[in-house]
């Protein structure tokens, strides 16, 4: 079966540090895969998604990029943060929207002081 | 641009039912839904092709109206396990890898 882990699970940062969070899945190849970000009480804004290695859209202009070296890992970076950085921060994997549904890791709550 | 769902919130008792709506002022091609509880990952519930297809998971179902470019997620006879809040994501087209998701209707129910 497919698991999707992401780590750390928690994370406390002050503005202006580097970040990076990674995702891992198994069980599956050539996933597509995605990074979302939700703000407190907020809904999923997708951030990047990836349909293969080296393949990176990104949906947003921000302080934020994302990397996939690897067929299942998928890598969210920054060279600086911001206090608007915060929040709750989940992978996900899956097919083709129409094919099925997407699944999402545990996440990794991101709080920059 | 991302759906719209409504109610923003909605407090039920054990055994009422509820039904949150979805909309887009875009074509829908596909309709997801997904719970989340609070602290957690959103969990997929179903997903709905262009059609008109209603769909069921446990006492949870959902209908898709291409016309009106809505989908609507029934909550029948509700549990405390339904507490949590519901996310519609969209895609506009077959070919389309990502999801527009709405802002969210948090569901809580009462003993």
């Known amino acids: 079966s497919q698991t999707i882990h992401q780590w750390p699970a928690t994370l406390v940062q002050p503005v202006g540090s580097p970040l990076s969070l990674e995702c891992t899945v198994e069980g599956t190849s050539n996933p597509n895969l995605y990074w979302y970000r939700q703000a407190a009480g907020r809904g999923l804004q997708l951030l990047f998604y990836?349909?293969?290695?080296?393949?990176i859209s990104s949906e947003v202009p921000q302080n934020l990029s994302a990397s996939r070296p690897q067929d299942r890992q998928f890598i969210l970076s920054s060279k600086k943060l911001l206090l608007s950085d915060s929040g709750f921060y989940l992978c996900?994997?899956?097919?083709?929207?129409?094919?099925?549904?997407?699944?999402f890791g545990p996440g990794t709550r991101l709080t920059v002081l | 641009q991302q759906p719209v769902q409504s109610p923003q919130a909605v407090i039920l008792r054990e055994g009422e039912d509820a039904v949150i709506n979805c909309s887009s002022s875009?074509?829908?091609?596909?309709v997801h839904w997904y719970r989340q509880k609070h602290g957690e990952a959103p969990v997929f519930l179903m997903i709905?092709?262009?059609?008109?297809e209603q769909k069921g998971h446990e006492k949870i179902s959902a209908s898709f109206n291409e016309k009106k470019q809505q989908s609507s997620l029934y909550l029948t006879a509700s549990q405390l396990s339904y507490s949590g809040t519901y996310f519609c994501g969209a895609s506009a087209r077959s070919n389309d890898y990502k999801l527009s998701f709405g802002a969210g209707t948090t569901v809580t129910v009462r003993a």
């Open positions: 996900a994997w899956g097919g083709t929207p129409i094919y099925g549904e997407q699944f």
């Open positions: 990836s349909v293969g290695i080296g393949q």
């Open positions: 875009k074509a829908l091609y596909s």
């Open positions: 709905l092709l262009k059609g008109g």
